[in-house]
């Protein structure tokens, strides 16, 4: 059975079924999708990620978990079955259990993070990993694959 609850500051309800609709008229929003592969929702000029909508409305977060997990590893399926509150840690293990983050990606970007930071300059990281310049800068300056990077940084500090 689908049930809605309405969106507090917006004139639309979320389902458990992972639908947005209109307080009023009941018309579904279709939503977009994101680069990343998520379904969005523009709701009051703001953008609003369905999943986490979902999430914030059906699901107890007891131990103030951070982040969404699909379980089944489809970013559409949004149906409250079908999420969970994770940590970071958790979301990638998931990821990389699922074959969703290959695990040598993860160890790639961890040996040019770590070398980088060594002093390795980046012309020879490029040579080393077979990556682009920009894969490198991407990585070095956090752009990308920051949850990783900011790990390492933890337990370097530690």
Do not use: C
Not at 40 to 61: D, Q, S, T
Not at 108 to 125: Q, T
Not at 142 to 150: A, E, G, L, Y
């Amino acid at each position: 059975m689908e049930i809605w609850k309405p969106i507090e500051g917006h004139n639309y309800e979320i389902s458990n079924h992972g639908r947005v609709r209109n307080k009023d008229n009941k018309v579904i929003v279709r939503g977009e999708v994101t680069e990343k592969g998520y379904l969005r929702v523009l709701m009051n000029k703001k953008h609003y990620k369905v999943h986490r909508l979902v999430g914030l409305f059906f699901i107890p977060n007891l131990d103030n978990k951070s982040e969404i997990n699909h379980k089944d590893g489809n970013k559409l399926n949004n149906h409250v079955d079908n999420l969970e509150w994770v940590t970071s840690d958790e979301n990638i293990t998931h990821a990389v259990k699922q074959g969703l983050i290959l695990s040598t990606d993860n160890r790639i970007v961890m040996g040019i993070y770590l070398d980088f930071n060594k002093g390795i300059n980046k012309h020879e990281l490029i040579k080393k990993y077979n990556v682009s310049r920009q894969m490198i800068d991407n990585i070095v300056s956090k752009r990308r694959h920051k949850k990783i990077t900011d790990k390492l940084d933890q337990k370097i500090i530690s």
